[in-house]
């Protein structure tokens, strides 16, 4: 789906500095930041907590850059939902060029900064994640499968495996754990919201898979996703990369998480308007993420 140019009906006014940081998509951010300070604060060795705070600045900045250039390819897809016609350019608050100026900027000012105060192997998965997101997920995949959110759901696990890189300047068991982790959450997380979403997708034409496929079948991929995901975040535990406080905390959010995946699995392919448990679901499984690396840093930490 080629991206097409806003109605030049719709008065463009003069963007202010909250629309750039809008852009950004400030809520997703925060959890992109979360994991990949996460990924820093366990990595093995030191870092000098200025150089620390860059890299995670250049995380932040790195992930602002993709929310940026999502949104203004995807500039006329979002004014056909009610969830996203309020951002700055279906809005009519911000030329479609200055949110292409600004991503591209912000991409190449993170990558830079991350490898001139880190390593470049940061640096390198920092720009794999930026270009992930905006070509593999935006342009290429969201508009032509359902399984958009499945394979796209690497470009939001990346910041574990760069903070542990700024740190140590290679890839080890444990952050590539922590990238299934958060690649596997994606799918359960993503599709609990697109089931009480879906007309806006629907009326969007992207072909979500609540949308194609129907709520049965995305219920029951819910479910199904959420086991090797269990199994991702338990994982370093008995591998010995972590100790009993994550331990403990891993078996405990994830026998909640299953318990709340498996309510919603057994829904099939109920209509019902309320999706409590998809609702519940969706909540729960942004705590479960903050969570489960909070548990990790402490284990460190504490013991």
């Known amino acids: 789906m080629a991206s097409k140019p806003l109605d030049m009906s719709v008065p463009v006014m003069p963007a202010e500095w909250r629309d750039f940081v809008a852009l950004t998509k400030p809520r997703v951010m925060s959890l992109v930041v979360f994991t990949g300070l996460c990924g820093l604060l366990v990595a093995p060795g030191h870092i000098h907590p ?34 996203t016609a ?21 991409s190449f000012f993170s990558v830079i900064l991350m490898g001139l105060a880190t390593n470049w192997l940061a640096a390198a998965i920092l720009a794999a994640s930026i270009l992930f997101y905006v070509i593999i997920y935006t342009i290429w995949l969201k508009p032509r499968t359902p399984q958009n959110i499945v394979i796209g759901g690497a ?5 574990a495996l760069i903070g542990w890189a700024a740190v140590t300047g290679d890839i080890a068991t444990l952050p590539v754990l922590l990238f299934l982790l958060v690649f596997l959450w994606t799918p359960p997380h993503f599709w609990s919201l ?48 972590a100790g009993p406080i994550y331990g403990i905390s891993a078996l405990i959010l994830n026998g909640i998480f299953l318990y709340l995946a498996l309510r919603v699995g057994l829904r099939g392919g109920s209509q019902d308007e309320n999706m409590a448990p998809e609702k519940r679901l969706f909540g ?9 690396f909070g548990a990790l840093v402490a284990d460190k930490w504490v013991l």
Not at 155 to 159: D, E, L, Q, R, V
């Open 194 to 241: 697109a089931l009480f979403v879906k007309t806006d997708y629907a009326a969007a034409g992207i072909p979500m898979l609540p949308v194609v496929s129907g709520p049965k079948t995305t219920r029951t991929q819910i479910f199904l996703y959420t086991l090797p995901m269990v199994a991702a975040a338990i994982a370093p535990w008995p591998l010995g990369l």
């Open 86 to 106: 309020g951002r700055p350019l279906p809005a009519g608050r911000m030329e479609r060029q200055s949110a292409l100026h600004f991503g591209v900027g912000l």
């Open 155 to 159: 470009a939001g696990a990346f910041p």
């Open 50 to 83: 200025v150089l620390g705070f860059t890299a995670i600045l250049c995380i932040a900045l790195g992930a602002g850059a993709a929310g940026a250039l999502n949104q203004w390819y995807e500039a006329d897809v979002d004014a056909k939902m009610k969830r």
């Open 284 to 292: 729960f499984s942004v705590l479960y993420l903050f969570l489960q």
